[in-house]
Structures are given as C-alpha cells and as structure tokens.
C-alpha cells in the first residue's frame, strides 16, 4: 500500500504529464493539496521536501509573493546529493566516480568536435547545434582566458576548471550527458579541494593544467574528434593521477 507523500507525488507527477503543472508554476497551497489528494498537511510537507530534494520546486517561505512552491528544473541537485552522500559514506570510490567521468566526457567532447566538424557554414564559420554549440564553445574560450592569469588563486582557478569542462560538455548537446557530469563533479568536489589545497608547487599545476585545457578546447574547435576523446581522458587521468584522487577507493 502507497505512503500517504507518495500519493501526493504520483499526482503532482500526472499533473507534470497532462501539462496542468509547468515550469514556473506555483504549487497549490498545504491544506488545497491535503484536501485533492485526500491525506494529512504533514503527508504533504513530506511530498513537498522529496520534490525540493530531487530539484523540482524551489520552496519560498512567509506569505509575501516569494512564498509557495516554484516548479524549477535542476535535475542535477537530487542527483548530486545521492551521489555525493554515499561517496562520503564509501559506499561509493572516487575512483569510480572518476573513472565514470573520463568515460561520459570523453565522449561528450568528441561530440561536440563531431559537431563543429559537421557544422561550418560557407563562410568557415562555427555553428554547432544550430548555434548553440558555439556559444558554449566561446564561453569555454573565455574561461580559458581567465585560468591564464597570473596570480589566479587555486580556488578561484578550479571554480574557472569546472564550469570550463561544463561548457565544453554542454556543446555536445546531450542535457542528459550534462545533469549527470555535474553530478558526477559535484559528488566529489570535496575530494578535489582538499587536493587541489594540498597542492606543492601549484604554478606548474596550473601551468599544465591550462595547456591540457588549451589541448582540449583546440581538438574540439578544429572538429578532431579523437584527439578530443584523447585530450579529455588524459587531462582527467594526469590530474587525478597528480593529486592521488584516483586511488581513492575508501
């Protein structure tokens, strides 16, 4: 027999399928919700934290027009909350976690190389995906830019890192590919931070790390493919390789 919550869910669920509940919706309110579903205030605080948990609403509180419950779409937050309490359970390596990663974002690279390589208009210019590949690509160039900068603190290099391989992942195309990768990165950004502060002679760290991402970024934009899928996994495997995240399996 369902639990109470669940029955709220399976109906917010069908409300999501027939398209009566859309992005940007508000959810209706505890005791409205209570009386459609036919169960308790408290069956339906519970629906509502599992739905705030998996990043489907954001919930407001008060009673101005921020209160309520926004549907939202950040399908990697409940993912990246799963993974990242079993990898600080052990129940989950960071090995395997990277290895996962080396996996998905070699390929995601390759695809958008594949894309650029497939996507020059007459003119020799870069249109990806319709235009959006190249946007991403742009902006990866941008944040290349800044990792260059002499001076740049690790943290503040590794934020840059991060949402450079998000945006090189991201002119794939593939939103799945890009909701799990963030997962995958965020499940065990405490691993990687704890390295990258452990870190020695950081100028050479960042020094390579920026040529690897330099290699990177130019297999993709002159739409060689394996060089991508190559650059991409050797990039992953050196850096974790260089802090000992790699070996760690409990």
């Known amino acids: 027999m369902n639990k109470a919550y669940e029955i709220v869910l399976a109906?917010?669920?069908?409300?999501?399928?027939?398209g009566s509940l859309t992005l940007g919706d508000r959810l209706p309110g505890e005791r409205s919700l209570a009386e459609r579903f036919g169960v308790s205030r408290s069956s339906v605080r519970e629906a509502i934290r599992i739905l705030d948990a998996v990043g489907l609403i954001r919930s407001g509180v008060g009673s101005g027009p921020g209160a309520g419950s926004v549907i939202?779409?950040?399908?990697?937050?409940?993912?990246?909350?799963?993974l990242k309490l079993h990898v600080?359970?052990?129940?989950?390596?960071?090995?395997?976690?990277?290895t996962t990663r080396v996996v998905l974002e070699s390929d995601a690279v390759a695809t958008a190389a594949e894309a650029v390589a497939a996507g020059h208009d007459e003119a020799g210019a870069i249109v990806p995906n319709g235009g959006l590949g190249e946007a991403h690509l742009k902006r990866a160039d941008e944040l290349l830019a800044k990792m260059r900068e002499p001076g740049i603190v690790k943290e503040s290099f590794h934020d840059l890192?991060?949402?450079?391989?998000?945006?090189?992942?991201?002119?794939?195309?593939?939103?799945?590919?890009?909701?799990?990768?963030?997962?995958?990165?965020?499940?065990?950004?405490?691993?990687?931070?704890?390295?990258a502060a452990a870190t020695q002679d950081w100028a050479w760290v960042q020094a390579e790390l920026t040529k690897q991402h330099a290699g990177l970024l130019d297999a993709i934009l002159t739409g060689d493919a394996d060089r991508a899928?190559?650059?991409?996994?050797a990039h992953i495997h050196w850096f974790a390789s260089t802090t000992d995240i790699g070996a760690a399996r409990t």
Do not use: K, M, Q
């Open 11 to 18: 109906g917010i669920e069908r409300a999501f399928l027939d």
């Open 72 to 82: 939202v779409s950040e399908p990697s937050v409940g993912l990246s909350r799963a």
């Open 88 to 98: 600080s359970a052990r129940h989950i390596a960071p090995a395997d976690v990277l």
């Open 161 to 195: 890192d991060a949402r450079f391989h998000r945006e090189l992942c991201a002119a794939a195309g593939n939103p799945v590919t890009d909701i799990i990768l963030a997962s995958l990165s965020s499940s065990i950004i405490d691993y990687v931070s704890s390295a």
């Open 229 to 233: 899928r190559r650059e991409c996994a």
